[in-house]
């Protein structure tokens, strides 16, 4: 998730700088990417009536 608070607290510590904004957007949707699409899957764990049990 891009947390927009995050981009707006970074337009404020780099004002003349709108390329941070712009690098941490591409930086968490890649990272977000590769969580989702790298590592097969979002949540690699599974709630169970006993607990939690690893898929892999």
């Keep these: ?3 927009p608070v ?3 607290a970074t337009a404020v510590a780099f004002p003349d700088s709108p ?3 712009v690098a941490r957007l591409l930086a968490t949707a890649a990272a977000m990417g590769w969580l989702w699409l790298g590592r097969g899957g979002w949540a690699p764990l599974r709630w ?3 607990g939690v049990r690893e898929d892999r």
Aim: charged share 0%; no cysteine.
């Design 48 to 50: 169970t009536s006993h």
């Design 6 to 8: 995050v981009l707006t």
């Design 1 to 3: 998730m891009i947390n």
């Design 19 to 21: 390329a941070m904004v």
